[in-house]
């Protein structure tokens, strides 16, 4: 490390707010400070990685005091729940921390793993010195190993954020699959099971619980219906998969397989789209926005077409197996479904020119006032 006269501060990185876990406040300045506060932790747990990292901070700030450096050690934390309130926290904690000290440059001291995650955070507030992590040496017997594993299942179970991961998501999928193995439902299981662990690989691979969490403070209602929506539209998903199946086991046309997947599944899927357009279209009506005009026009326009659809499927299946494709066309003209399908698509270019002009006028009235 190349000497440098501006104030180099040595902070370590408590992502998951084990120290508050034990009463321990942060941030935790100057050196006094940071030693009664290691202190106090390894009284609390010794077995923690943590009590490690801020005795090398201090044993960093020695040497470093010794060689001529200007440094300052401090600690801070994050939070239980990991995610953004985690990150928030310390970026928080560091300003606050960087504007008290005075210090231009930070060392990064972190027991690894998820401590790591807000290294581009503290980058994006001041140029890191250099990371150290802490490596605990652990022993090679099968004993210590037992040991280490015991201590990783106690860190599990008393964190709230990775009990739910490690216990809490599995503890729901055991109880699903007990539940339809009571109804001897064996194939059903074991499909709803691969969905139910693909469902929550995806939440936590591309982080939507925190997505999931700020959209649910912007818009609960919102939320509430876009949860509904993909619910409804899963069940229509198994159902249609399901009725290819017995198509497959017991064949039959393919117009006949369209027409019964119309008549009964058409319906969910409106269903599904519609309550995903709730959402949006009652919050611009409390927020009276001239655009709810759109959302209303699509409910309808879906609307109507789940119907045509219905009717569609119902055509289909009132036909012999024998029909043939010239039978087909004849049947959904008699039966109006074509003048039907225009009519809606006339319908709604009509009714949305209306009310795009409508809402141009009052929004240059708008202006003008």
């Known amino acids: ?49 943590d009590v490690n990292a801020l005795f090398t901070a201090i044993k960093i700030y020695r040497d470093m005091i010794d060689q001529g450096y200007r440094v300052e050690v401090a600690a801070i934390s994050g939070d239980q729940r990991g995610g953004l309130k985690a990150v928030e ?51 090679r017997a099968v004993e210590q190993t037992y040991i280490l594993i015991w201590r990783y299942i106690k860190k599990v179970l008393s964190e709230p954020r990775l009990s739910r991961l490690v216990i809490g998501y599995p503890g729901l999928l055991l109880i699903l699959i007990g539940l339809m193995l009571f109804f001897d439902l064996l194939q059903q299981a074991l499909m709803v099971s691969l969905i139910f662990l693909g469902i929550v690989m995806i939440i936590k691979g591309f982080n939507l619980e925190d997505a999931l969490i700020n959209m649910w403070k912007r818009n609960p209602s919102g939320t509430i219906l876009a949860a509904v929506g993909a619910i409804v539209m899963g069940i229509a998903v198994m159902l249609t998969w399901f009725s290819l199946a017995q198509a497959l086991q017991h ?13 009964n599944v058409s319906w969910l899927y409106g269903l599904s789209i519609s309550v995903l357009l709730l959402g949006p279209l009652i919050k611009r009506i409390l927020s009276r926005s001239i655009r709810a005009w759109r959302y209303a026009v699509i409910l309808t326009m879906v609307a109507m077409f789940t119907l045509l659809l219905r009717d569609i499927g119902l055509v289909l299946l009132s036909l012999p197996d024998t029909a043939t494709a010239r039978d087909i066309v004849d049947a959904m003209w008699s039966s109006n479904t074509f003048q039907g399908l225009i009519t809606i698509v006339v319908t709604v270019i009509i009714a949305s020119s209306l009310l795009q002009l409508v809402e141009v006028t009052i929004t240059r009235r708008r202006k003008s006032k």
């Open 1 to 49: 490390m190349e000497k440098t006269p501006e104030k180099i501060l040595i902070v370590v990185i408590d992502y998951d707010d084990d120290l508050g876990g034990v009463g321990i406040d942060t941030p935790v300045v100057g050196v006094k400070r940071v030693s009664e506060t290691a202190f106090n932790y390894a009284l609390e747990r010794p077995e923690d990685p």
């Open 89 to 139: 926290r310390i970026r928080s904690q560091l300003i606050d921390v960087i504007n008290l000290t005075g210090s231009k440059s930070v060392i990064v001291v972190s027991d690894g793993g998820e401590d790591e995650k807000v290294i581009p955070v503290i980058e994006s507030i001041v140029p890191i010195f250099y990371v150290k992590t802490v490596v605990i040496e652990q022993a």
């Open 251 to 263: 064949p039959q046309r393919d117009f006949k397989i369209v027409g019964n997947i119309l008549e």
